[in-house]
């Protein structure tokens, strides 16, 4: 990390990220999704604390490409419009 939001390293790596995320995104309603993204974005106040499994950068790093990728219509996989949607803000 981070990585150049252009490669295939590194939007494969953000196509890989969602597919972990798929089987909470199949159960999540939008509220749920929004409420873990405040949770995720404060990462650097309690990092330390609690291990997610990957550090703020990684997360901050995954998302900028995300967004890249959600604005250049490059395909991330099957993901809810809720989560497409917090992409684009």
């Known amino acids: 990390m981070p990585l150049d939001?252009?490669?295939d390293q590194a939007?494969?790596?953000v196509r890989e990220w969602f597919a972990l995320l798929e089987p909470f995104?199949?159960?999540?309603?939008?509220?749920?999704?929004?409420?873990?993204?405040k949770l995720y974005a404060r990462q650097r106040e309690w990092e330390?604390?609690?291990?997610?499994g990957f550090t703020a950068a990684v997360r901050e790093?995954?998302?900028?490409v995300a967004r890249h990728m959600r604005?250049?219509?490059?395909?991330?996989?099957?993901?809810?419009?809720f989560?497409?949607?917090?992409?684009?803000?």
Do not use: I, R
């Open 25 to 37: 995104m199949q159960v999540a309603t939008p509220e749920m999704w929004a409420a873990s993204q």
């Open 48 to 52: 330390g604390q609690a291990d997610p």
């Open 11 to 13: 939007q494969g790596f």
């Open 71 to 81: 604005a250049t219509g490059k395909d991330m996989g099957p993901l809810p419009d």
């Open 83 to 89: 989560v497409l949607k917090g992409l684009d803000a």
């Open 5 to 7: 939001p252009e490669s």
């Open 61 to 64: 790093a995954v998302m900028e």
